[in-house]
């Protein structure tokens, strides 16, 4: 079983950047794909961006690209995502999340364990 921390969330003006952490315990994070989905009031939870076991992989939503880095520290069991150029419409709970497979996959109903979530607000 793993359990996953997010932190780095709050509040920030368009424009402004952040890092979102996630934490993992229980299991080692190398044999899980990574992902980071977020959920807007009254819209479905969305894959935001993905990354391999090794790395080598990764995956964003296109309204995403060029401004968000996923990474992950393996040997610190801990994924991040650098959050750039934010934008009102960024504004979600974003939730880490791990799948036990070997390629990446964009569904929510692949992911096996769930962070519980932090806020992330832009301000106009």
């Known amino acids: 079983h793993v359990q996953l921390v997010e932190s780095g969330g709050g509040l920030v003006q368009a424009g402004g950047s952040l890092r979102l952490s996630c934490s993992a315990s229980g299991r080692t994070l190398s044999d899980y794909v990574m992902g980071w989905f977020r959920q807007a009031p009254g819209k479905v939870r969305a894959l935001v961006a993905a990354i391999s076991w090794s790395g080598a992989n990764t995956y964003y939503l296109d309204s995403v690209k060029g401004r968000f880095t996923i990474t992950r520290d393996n040997a610190k069991n801990t994924v991040y995502l650098q959050m750039n150029s934010l934008k009102p419409g960024d504004t979600a709970v974003y939730y880490c999340?791990?799948?036990?497979?070997?390629?990446?996959?964009?569904?929510?109903?692949?992911?096996?364990?769930w962070g519980q979530g932090t806020q992330v607000t832009v301000s106009s």
């Open positions: 999340a791990a799948d036990y497979a070997l390629v990446v996959v964009t569904t929510v109903a692949s992911y096996d364990y």
